[in-house]
């Protein structure tokens, strides 16, 4: 044993020095392989494998990343090569992550001699996928720069750039390349749809602030923050002695025959699991939310709110949310001394009296001028280009904008908190623009053109320093209060209808946008909303309003946002006495199931449903591939046809399953995953504007 102890030793001994011979760096699982040449020259992906099919995606040339340097271009290999090895490392760090560590330093004589790079590198055991984040210290005695950054900069072809396809817009657009892509593209697939491979390129970068292209450049792919030319620019000033990290971006390997079922597998489980979706890392998410919003807008006071509260007993209602209108003006945030004289406290306890948990609403940047914040501390504005106190938002001359990458950052900090402690608040809606509008399409309104007691030096780098400063306030609230909701809304993250990995990674929801049409235009809107969303975001992260309870679709309204996530309002005083019980059963049965199954967390369309219009069918299965079981949705919206059958392609083939309706309690039957599959389920829906929910579980 002591022999053989011996030679593997000095086995593995050479097998490392083989390797450092080699001037190679290999990383893989048994999906990819990735191998990085290394010189005194360059440090570059020189092979991209993919092992399943046999495939090296690499083409020569790659950089691996790009950036400049007080304007200068740098990168690891070619004519912008400017950096030499120092070291590396390779490390299994547990729970089945591989990680591979690189460190290049600047080479004397260059603009980039006093700037390290350290390149982090992970591979997990279970996914075809490579996360990547770029580290730049700066060295020197003067701050830098830094603009333009593609944390990935690679040739990369799937068999055939001409061959390409790409998915586009949250995988909801097809493209031919060249593709620039922008703020809504979380993720661009690149598929040969003959040789049914390819990949995607996932970007973690802040809203407005995030760039993919595709094919722009030969065969160049990159990703990471937008340039210093576009209309939202990113750049960063980095301090002497100090580092700044990237945003992390993925690349995830594809074999795939429909392009649609790409985001359904291996992509959709890393985002689930490995990402750190904030809010799947919670043991309980409150079900159904009620909010104050519509039919009354900011018209509450303490005592129509404790009302709603009451309505709202017997309904199985889990979030109760008090929308604007609470406030005595944007900036100092306290009660109305009118409307909620004896402040929040005794509304959030009656609301919790009544079975439910609160939740109240605020904007985070947005302030009055009128407000004792404002007059003691205007230096915390944003500034426009003439000089004179900005309002981001939309039009509007008693408000501005406050900066977050101000001494403002403490003073809403501890204002939120403060509300959260006092009133024992499980959820927070943060709104309204903090460093540009969706709804503003002039440019040049939009970044804060003033930087004296800002965390940035100039406009270009407001914007980063802006979203930066919001992620990590997201982040301090969850430090102090673990079990808070935390909610940004798309107007915060600056695009209509916007939402990423970034938000969703620091805060737990994105407040997609409001449907206010009546039933049943508003929940199909609501319903191709998620659609458009579902296969890049998960669609528990996204909230969705504004949804009557009492309509005449009650069901199809309930079902719809069931489907999604419930978020309703309306004057609950007025709600039928049936509604209520049946408000109930629906609530009850779906978090039995989500304490079961975890459904919510998952969503499966493929090619079996289509998104939803006003004349088809639709639905969607949030089934859990791992425990087997989960909820079918089915829709009727205006199609003359009374039935469907759809394929149900996610089970076992072997196993058997159990089909049943929460509506009756009855059992359709019991099939096996193969008969699911090529038989499919048959659903009669008599009317229009209905819908079908299904249980299914594996028999054990």
């Not at 330093?105 to 075809?128: C, F, M, Q, R, S």
């Given at each position: 044993?002591?022999?053989?102890?011996?030679?593997?030793?000095?086995?593995?001994?050479?097998?490392?020095?083989?390797?450092?011979?080699?001037?190679?760096?290999?990383?893989?699982?048994?999906?990819?392989?990735?191998?990085?040449?290394?010189?005194?020259?360059?440090?570059?992906?020189?092979?991209?494998?993919?092992?399943?099919?046999?495939?090296?995606?690499?083409?020569?040339?790659?950089?691996?990343?790009?950036?400049?340097?007080?304007?200068?271009?740098?990168?690891?290999?070619?004519?912008?090569?400017?950096?030499?090895?120092?070291?590396?490392?390779?490390?299994?760090?547990?729970?089945?992550?591989?990680?591979?560590?690189?460190?290049?330093?600047?080479?004397?004589?260059?603009?980039?001699?006093?700037?390290?790079?350290?390149?982090?590198?992970?591979?997990?055991?279970?996914?075809?996928?490579?996360?990547?984040?770029?580290?730049?210290?700066?060295?020197?005695?003067?701050?830098?720069?830094?603009?333009?950054?593609?944390?990935?900069?690679?040739?990369?072809?799937?068999?055939?750039?001409?061959q390409s396809e790409m998915y586009t817009n949250y995988g909801s657009r097809f493209a031919?390349?060249?593709?620039?892509?922008?703020?809504?593209?979380?993720?661009?697939?690149?598929?040969?749809?003959?040789?049914?491979?390819?990949?995607?390129?996932?970007?973690?970068?802040?809203?407005?602030?995030?760039?993919?292209?595709?094919?722009?450049?030969?065969?160049?792919?990159?990703?990471?923050?937008?340039?210093?030319?576009?209309?939202?620019?990113?750049?960063?000033?980095?301090?002497?002695?100090?580092?700044?990290?990237?945003?992390?971006?993925?690349?995830?390997?594809?074999?795939?025959?429909?392009?649609?079922?790409?985001?359904?597998?291996?992509?959709?489980?890393?985002?689930?699991?490995?990402?750190?979706?904030?809010?799947?890392?919670?043991?309980?998410?409150?079900?159904?939310?009620?909010?104050?919003?519509?039919?009354?807008?900011?018209?509450?006071?303490?005592?129509?709110?404790?009302?709603?509260?009451?309505?709202?007993?017997?309904?199985?209602?889990?979030?109760?949310?008090?929308?604007?209108?609470?406030?005595?003006?944007?900036?100092?945030?306290?009660?109305?001394?009118?409307?909620?004289?004896?402040?929040?406290?005794?509304?959030?306890?009656?609301?919790?009296?009544?079975?439910?948990?609160?939740?109240?609403?605020?904007?985070?940047?947005?302030?009055?001028?009128?407000?004792?914040?404002?007059?003691?501390?205007?230096?915390?504005?944003?500034?426009?280009?003439?000089?004179?106190?900005?309002?981001?938002?939309?039009?509007?001359?008693?408000?501005v904008t406050m900066s977050l990458a101000s001494g403002y950052y403490d003073y809403i900090?501890?204002?939120?908190?403060?509300?959260?402690?006092?009133?024992?608040?499980?959820?927070?809606?943060?709104?309204?623009?903090?460093?540009?509008?969706?709804?503003?399409?002039?440019?040049?309104?939009?970044?804060?053109?003033?930087?004296?007691?800002?965390?940035?030096?100039?406009?270009?780098?407001?914007?980063?320093?802006?979203?930066?400063?919001?992620?990590?306030?997201?982040?301090?609230?969850?430090?102090?209060?673990?079990?808070?909701?935390?909610?940004?809304?798309?107007?915060?993250?600056?695009?209509?209808?916007?939402?990423?990995?970034?938000?969703?990674?620091?805060?737990?929801?994105?407040?997609?946008?409001?449907?206010?049409?009546?039933?049943?235009?508003?929940?199909?809107?609501?319903?191709?909303?998620?659609?458009?969303?579902?296969?890049?975001?998960?669609?528990?992260?996204?909230?969705?309003?504004?949804?009557?309870?009492?309509?005449?679709?009650?069901?199809?309204?309930?079902?719809?946002?069931?489907?999604?996530?419930?978020?309703?309002?309306?004057?609950?005083?007025?709600?039928?006495?049936?509604?209520?019980?049946?408000?109930?059963?629906?609530?009850?049965?779906?978090?039995?199931?989500?304490?079961?199954?975890?459904?919510?967390?998952?969503?499966?369309?493929?090619?079996?449903?289509?998104?939803?219009?006003?004349?088809?069918?639709?639905?969607?299965?949030?089934?859990?591939?791992?425990?087997?079981?989960?909820?079918?949705?089915?829709?009727?919206?205006?199609?003359?046809?009374?039935?469907?059958?759809?394929?149900?392609?996610?089970?076992?083939?072997?196993?058997?399953?159990?089909?049943?309706?929460?509506?009756?309690?009855?059992?359709?039957?019991?099939?096996?995953?193969?008969?699911?599959?090529?038989?499919?389920?048959?659903?009669?829906?008599?009317?229009?504007?209905?819908?079908?929910?299904?249980?299914?579980?594996?028999?054990?």
């Open positions: 044993m002591y022999n053989l102890s011996i030679r593997v030793a000095i086995w593995a001994v050479l097998v490392s020095c083989n390797a450092f011979a080699q001037d190679s760096l290999i990383i893989k699982n048994r999906f990819l392989e990735r191998k990085f040449t290394i010189s005194d020259n360059s440090f570059h992906t020189s092979r991209f494998q993919h092992l399943l099919t046999n495939k090296d995606y690499s083409r020569p040339g790659s950089e691996e990343f790009y950036f400049t340097i007080n304007g200068k271009p740098a990168s690891a290999n070619g004519a912008n090569g400017l950096f030499r090895h120092v070291k590396h490392s390779l490390v299994r760090a547990g729970n089945g992550i591989q990680k591979a560590t690189v460190q290049l330093a600047g080479k004397p004589g260059t603009e980039a001699e006093n700037v390290i790079v350290d390149l982090t590198y992970e591979v997990y055991d279970e996914l075809p996928v490579v996360r990547k984040q770029v580290g730049i210290t700066n060295k020197g005695a003067k701050a830098i720069a830094i603009a333009d950054l593609e944390v990935e900069r690679l040739n990369l072809v799937p068999v055939s750039s001409q031919w390349r060249p593709y620039h892509g922008d703020h809504h593209d979380a993720a661009v697939f690149v598929y040969n749809n003959y040789a049914k491979e390819g990949f995607i390129l996932g970007n973690e970068a802040p809203s407005i602030l995030k760039k993919t292209e595709v094919y722009t450049d030969h065969h160049r792919i990159s990703t990471g923050m937008t340039s210093l030319t576009d209309h939202y620019p990113f750049k960063k000033w980095i301090e002497p002695q100090e580092t700044f990290n990237s945003p992390r971006t993925f690349i995830c390997l594809v074999q795939s025959q429909k392009w649609e079922d790409a985001f359904e597998g291996h992509f959709a489980d890393f985002v689930r699991t490995r990402m750190g979706v904030k809010l799947f890392e919670r043991k309980e998410i409150p079900f159904t939310f009620y909010n104050t919003w519509r039919p009354f807008y900011t018209n509450i006071n303490d005592t129509l709110v404790t009302q709603l509260a009451d309505g709202l007993e017997g309904t199985g209602t889990d979030l109760f949310i008090m929308d604007a209108g609470w406030e005595n003006n944007y900036g100092d945030w306290e009660p109305h001394p009118k409307r909620f004289p004896n402040g929040l406290k005794p509304i959030t306890d009656h609301i919790r009296k009544r079975g439910m948990k609160a939740g109240l609403w605020m904007g985070l940047a947005s302030v009055d001028k009128s407000s004792k914040l404002y007059k003691e501390h205007p230096e915390w504005a944003i500034y426009d280009k003439n000089g004179e106190p900005a309002y981001l938002h939309e039009e509007m001359k008693n408000r900090l501890a204002k939120i908190k403060r509300h959260v402690r006092e009133n024992d608040l499980a959820y927070i809606k943060l709104d309204l623009a903090i460093a540009n509008s969706a709804y503003v399409l002039d440019y040049s309104k939009k970044g804060d053109y003033k930087s004296e007691g800002k965390n940035h030096k100039d406009r270009e780098s407001s914007y980063y320093a802006i979203y930066e400063r919001a992620l990590q306030l997201f982040d301090d609230l969850h430090k102090e209060f673990p079990d808070l909701l935390v909610d940004c809304t798309y107007e915060v993250w600056g695009e209509y209808y916007i939402n990423d990995y970034a938000l969703i990674e620091h805060a737990d929801y994105d407040w997609l946008t409001n449907y206010d049409d009546d039933a049943p235009v508003g929940p199909i809107n609501i319903r191709q909303m998620a659609f458009d969303r579902s296969r890049a975001i998960p669609t528990a992260t996204n909230l969705i309003g504004n949804q009557f309870m009492d309509s005449p679709y009650s069901k199809f309204t309930f079902l719809s946002l069931a489907s999604v996530k419930p978020i309703l309002v309306g004057d609950t005083r007025k709600l039928p006495a049936e509604l209520k019980p049946w408000y109930l059963k629906w609530n009850t049965w779906f978090k039995m199931m989500d304490k079961k199954y975890q459904f919510t967390r998952f969503s499966y369309v493929s090619d079996i449903f289509q998104r939803p219009t006003m004349s088809n069918w639709d639905g969607v299965y949030k089934f859990n591939k791992e425990k087997q079981g989960g909820v079918l949705f089915f829709f009727r919206n205006g199609s003359v046809e009374t039935m469907r059958t759809f394929a149900f392609p996610l089970g076992e083939p072997g196993s058997r399953y159990r089909l049943f309706s929460p509506e009756d309690g009855k059992d359709l039957g019991v099939f096996t995953g193969k008969e699911l599959n090529e038989k499919g389920i048959p659903v009669e829906i008599s009317q229009q504007f209905d819908a079908r929910v299904y249980g299914i579980e594996k028999i054990k």
